[in-house]
């Protein structure tokens, strides 16, 4: 082959690597600048000639050197090429975002390659970084990843209080059942409603009354643990699963919750409405047949604080 032809394969290359829409940076094995090509110049705002046997660590002092350096190693050991993606990394150099539709983030997300460089003498001699823009792609995905848990949380809560909805929360009731019944530990169920909810909607309105269960929910909130599950079980109904807790436990929880609420007020429209709860404890201490009967026995202790009068707490026995 020619000189010519050296030369004119040369200068194609050149224009290649000068115009495609990816950086493209090559490194001596002392991890100085030997090509940076207009891509990196417009990110960087760096010129070649102010880049050219640079080390790339003065340059960009945001990459990881010891992470950057093992990975350029095994590559120029191994001789084979080594990627990341933006999953993993989102970004090897801090490059802002310019792209308008994806303006959500202020960086570049990347992808990036490293390539082993042989020299005329066969051995690996320089290496090149190949860095792609992948914004688009990434954000595009982060959307829609937040949409379908925003989905999932939408089709697992209930919408008036924040809790999880019935068929939600049983599911997780059968689940945590298994788990507790599998290592013999024990739980506690907390059924609950809100007495006499039907004189508070006709006295003061169901916009009133949708007020008195929002309350409620928050005062549920403030009383659990982080391990505990609360959802509204329908209406003023609400449950609460307190994992590895006795019978014991479980009164102390709906006892705190029942005075609390009976010592708080709701302000609505130049109201102030009072009201109580009734509360009906099971737990796992006595033989159950499966988690429905669970709910049934706290259903059953509810029924029993509400025939004794209401604005009690009581455990099936």
């Known amino acids: 082959?020619?000189?010519?032809?050296?030369?004119?394969?040369?200068?194609?290359?050149?224009?290649?690597?000068?115009?495609?829409?990816?950086?493209?940076?090559?490194?001596?094995?002392?991890?100085?600048?030997?090509?940076?090509?207009?891509?990196?110049?417009?990110?960087?705002?760096?010129?070649?000639?102010?880049?050219?046997?640079?080390?790339?660590?003065?340059?960009?002092?945001?990459?990881?050197?010891?992470?950057?350096?093992?990975?350029?190693?095994?590559?120029?050991?191994?001789?084979?090429?080594?990627?990341?993606?933006?999953?993993?990394?989102?970004?090897?150099?801090?490059?802002?975002?310019?792209?308008?539709?994806?303006?959500?983030?202020?960086?570049?997300?990347?992808?990036?390659?490293?390539?082993?460089?042989?020299?005329?003498?066969?051995?690996?001699?320089?290496?090149?970084?190949?860095?792609?823009?992948?914004?688009?792609?990434?954000?595009?995905?982060?959307?829609?990843?937040?949409?379908?848990?925003?989905?999932q949380r939408l089709s697992s809560t209930d919408r008036l209080t924040g809790l999880f909805n019935r068929g939600h929360w049983e599911e997780m009731l059968r689940q945590d059942y298994a788990r507790h019944r599998r290592y013999d530990s024990n739980a506690a169920l907390v059924m609950f409603d809100i007495d006499h909810f039907k004189k508070i909607n006709d006295k003061y309105g169901h916009q009133a009354g949708d007020a008195v269960i929002q309350q409620t929910a928050n005062l549920i909130r403030q009383s659990m643990r982080g391990a505990d599950v609360a959802g509204r079980y329908g209406g003023e109904e609400f449950v609460v699963l307190l994992p590895d807790t006795d019978s014991q436990g479980a009164v102390m929880f709906a006892e705190r919750l029942r005075q609390s609420s009976e010592a708080y007020e709701v302000s609505h429209e130049n109201h102030r409405i009072r009201f109580t709860i009734s509360f009906g404890i099971a737990d796992l201490s006595l033989p159950t047949s499966g988690y429905a009967q669970l709910i049934e026995r706290a259903d059953s202790a509810l029924y029993a604080s509400k025939s004794a009068g209401r604005n009690r707490v009581t455990l099936y026995q």
């Open 1 to 151: 082959m020619s000189d010519s032809t050296n030369l004119s394969e040369l200068h194609w290359l050149q224009a290649i690597v000068q115009s495609i829409d990816v950086g493209v940076v090559v490194l001596d094995r002392v991890y100085r600048v030997d090509v940076w090509n207009t891509f990196m110049e417009n990110r960087s705002g760096r010129l070649p000639e102010d880049a050219h046997k640079k080390s790339f660590f003065e340059l960009f002092p945001e990459v990881d050197e010891q992470w950057f350096r093992r990975k350029v190693e095994n590559v120029a050991t191994l001789g084979t090429p080594s990627s990341t993606i933006w999953e993993q990394r989102p970004y090897l150099l801090r490059f802002k975002n310019y792209q308008p539709i994806t303006g959500l983030e202020d960086f570049m997300y990347q992808n990036t390659t490293l390539l082993p460089l042989k020299g005329l003498n066969g051995s690996i001699e320089q290496i090149c970084l190949i860095i792609y823009d992948v914004t688009d792609v990434a954000t595009n995905r982060r959307q829609l990843q937040a949409a379908n848990q925003e989905l």
